[in-house]
């Protein structure tokens, strides 16, 4: 990179060309359409070109890039859930995302921290006691650890007994990591790009067109704001637009959207390596590389479809931060912003095939959706390429709803995103 920017700042009439041009017309059809260009969709069109060579791809955004939840989220990256076939996944996206900086080129601030889930109550203990158990069984680096264990690993943090809720224990989860989000949607895009997929932003999804009644329906195109488009296959990657767009289709999604916060405060010498979570004060934090504590907590009480961040949710979280470091009292927010999550009833994702023929869905996301993007997109791919569910995803088909076959992720999701 550094030498690429020294060769256009000693060019003359040189300008760097742009990372990601934008066509300027739609074409009339296109093999598959992907709507939204977060981090999903665009892993999506990636690995359609890289691994399958399927190019006639195009992704629709109804904003700019990585502008929905892919860049508003607190970047955390693990694979310490509860049921087995959330944790193999997970697991196969975390090793994923090993490689991408060497795939796309980019430094995307990867940076491996291990992720602290503290555990204030018997309750707590037993439910990290049977996370590091599954963890386990798949070799993922876990420990139960007690409180002595705890004070060497954070010994900024206060483990006194004199607090509301003293601190018994914690899962450790070693593989837990966060990477800049925006480099990641930037890094698929361009990838998605090079290899021949079109990336339209500034186009919005307006209806779908289908074919066919009952179960022999099939889609044949897709309504924008610019224009019809036929399409041979569809998926939607709308993240906190899951359910709206899914009616486009007539398919109704057991799916919530709600808002969700976060904030960051102003840069600190380095003191905080782990990521920490509370489930009890409804708080998670990290460090990042420039020194800013990422914070956040639980989704918002009321269902809505919003981006405004409110006093209510800011003194959630700070009241569980400074039980937990009370020496951040005068620290200042800089920022803080929110995002859509749809969320399901058992806290797992919906992916998968639908009642409609050529229709695809990446839903379901709620909070947790930022550590699947290569994931996602790897299967996503193979599911639309071969038209068949690859084994990873289908324990999280949107028939499970119908079956009772319910993925209960939700005591290893809360504060801990
Ligand atoms: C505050 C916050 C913190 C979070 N923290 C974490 C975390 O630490 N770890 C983690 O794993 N997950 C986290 N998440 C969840 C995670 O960010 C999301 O699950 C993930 O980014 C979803 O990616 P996506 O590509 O599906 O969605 P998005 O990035 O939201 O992309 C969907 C895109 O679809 C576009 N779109 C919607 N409707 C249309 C339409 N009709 N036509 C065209 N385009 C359309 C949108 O503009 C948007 O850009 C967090 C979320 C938030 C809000």
Redesign the pocket.
Known sequence: MPFSLLKFALKKDGQMPRALPTPSELKPAYDIVI?????????TAYYLARDWGITNVAV???????????????????SNYLTPAGVKFYDTSVRLYQDLAQDFDMNLMLSKRAQITLAHNDAQMRTMRWRDEVSRHFGIASDLVGIDELRRLVPTMNLSDGVRFPVQGALVHHPGSIAR?DAI?WGYGSGAWKRGAEIHQN????GLEIDGANGGRKITGVH?DRGFIKAGQVIQ?????SG??ARMAGIKLPIKTF????GVTQPLKRFLDPMISSAQHHV?LSQTSRGEIVV?GGSDPHPLYSTRSTLEMKEAWMVGTLELFPYLAEVKILRQ?????DMTPDYSPVMGKSEVKNYYL??G?????????PV?GKTNAELIAKDEVPELIEAFSLERFNTFSLLDDKAATAAS?
């Open positions: 709507i939204g260009g977060g981090g999903h969709g665009l892993a629709l955004e109804k904003g700019y890039i990585g502008g929905g939840n892919t860049g508003r989220n607190t970047m955390v990256i693990r989000h949607a186009t919005t999804v307006t924008t990657c709308v993240a906190g637009m709206e767009v808002p969700l916060q976060a998670y956040g912003w929110a995002g859509m999550t990446d839903a996301w709620g909070t947790w959706g930022f550590k699947a993007t996602c995103h």
